[in-house]
């Protein structure tokens, strides 16, 4: 792993100008004052691969959204065609298709790299990790965009935080669970390192795509699964495959979605152009999590009032014997090299004093608004 810590956003945008001004440094004054003329004369074509379905709701629409506001804030300088998945490269190959220069920028989520390096899951979703304002805190203001920055300097990228799930549901169920005694011997879907802790309590993991889930369940192929929450899981008819909906989604607790960029094509642009693309990533990153957060909430109330879903929370006991199982997989990733081992480290550290603070705000709050409205 080699060391770019140097290569933060600040120092990307403080570079920037001299790619834009490119063979002009030379030139005289009068030259450099036109050369802005110059390059708004410049039109780009980009390509953005995702790794979901064309326009699945909120994260396909969501990087709809990104490219349509690149477009404007660009003033049609940089148009970004977007493509579903499979439509150019399948889902598990955004990835290399960006780091390679197939496509110029990609849109998915850090975990599905865990192949490319185990440390990609920590800028997505950890179990009893960070919620979705703790991320967005930990990779701006907390040192997590700098590692990141890092990990990604390897494969030709570039990363920027685009969307963020919210709390995820704990997923679908044919069956009451109450103890560790009923996790045993089912058949799940469930990815990246919830799965691992799935599979450490005898669960038998399955790591389907989204487009698979609801045959899978519906047939008997597999007996529970998660998948996002409300909106999403509506969507895909789940409430028509299974009966218990359970709470809270403890292995998902903010999933942190991604744009990767190809280094390459992010410095060939103007300087203007580049911060569009930066900026262009925070208003997608907010405008995602606003939208889970009013559709979740509507989503649930169809699920329930209408299709008569049942909701279960997972008792207390069984989350805090499935907290100490996700502790000890999530260590274990800091055990295997020097890098996951900073990343760990920072990424632990912003959660203990998130802990500290958030019992006496958000948690305290909440607790405190339902001794009057539920
Ligand atoms: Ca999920």
Redesign the pocket.
């Known amino acids: 792993m080699q060391h770019s810590t140097q290569r933060s956003r600040r120092s990307f945008l403080q570079s920037a100008p001299l790619v834009a001004a490119g063979g002009l440094v030379a030139c005289g004054q009068a030259e450099q004052q036109a050369a802005p003329a110059v390059q708004s004369q410049q039109r780009f074509k980009w390509k953005m691969v995702t790794t979901w379905p064309k326009d699945f709701p909120a994260l396909g629409t969501g990087a709809n959204n990104l490219a349509h506001s690149i477009e404007a804030l660009s003033g049609g300088r940089l148009h970004v065609k977007v493509y579903g998945a499979g439509e150019l490269v399948p889902a598990s190959g955004v990835f290399d298709a960006v780091s390679g220069g197939t496509a110029e920028m990609g849109h998915g989520a850090a975990y599905y790299w865990k192949g490319k390096h185990e440390a990609t899951q920590f800028f997505s979703a950890v179990p009893f990790g960070l919620n979705a304002a703790e991320i967005n805190g930990w990779l701006r203001y907390g040192g997590g965009q700098s590692l990141w920055d890092e990990l990604y300097a390897d494969f030709n990228l570039r990363a920027f935080p685009v969307g963020n799930t919210g709390v ?1 549901m704990g997923g679908w169920f044919n069956r009451e669970i109450n103890t560790l005694a009923d996790f045993s011997g089912l058949v799940m879907r469930m ?1 990246g390192l919830g799965g691992e802790v799935m599979r450490r309590l005898e669960v038998t993991v399955k790591a389907l795509p989204g487009g698979e889930i609801f045959q899978a369940l519906k047939t008997g192929a597999i007996d529970a699964t ?3 929450g409300p909106y999403n899981d509506l969507a895909f008819g789940l409430h028509q495959a299974a009966q218990y909906y359970y709470w809270p ?1 403890w292995h ?1 607790p903010g ?1 942190a979605l991604e744009c990767m960029v190809n280094k390459q094509a992010l410095g060939a642009l103007p300087a203007d152009l580049q911060a569009v693309v930066e900026y262009a990533c925070q208003a997608a990153n907010d405008d995602m999590l606003s939208e889970f957060t009013a559709r979740n909430s509507q989503a649930l109330k169809t699920l329930v009032d209408e299709h008569g879903v049942q909701l279960r929370r997972f008792p207390d006991e069984l989350l805090a014997q499935i907290g100490k199982v996700s502790a000890e997989v999530v260590a274990e990733i800091a055990g295997q090299d020097p890098f996951s081992s900073r990343v760990y480290d920072s990424f632990d550290a912003f959660r203990k004093n998130s802990i500290a603070y958030t019992h006496i705000s958000e948690q305290a709050y909440t607790q405190a608004r339902a001794l009057t409205f539920g």
């Open positions: 995820q990815p998660e998948w996002v989604g998902e999933t």
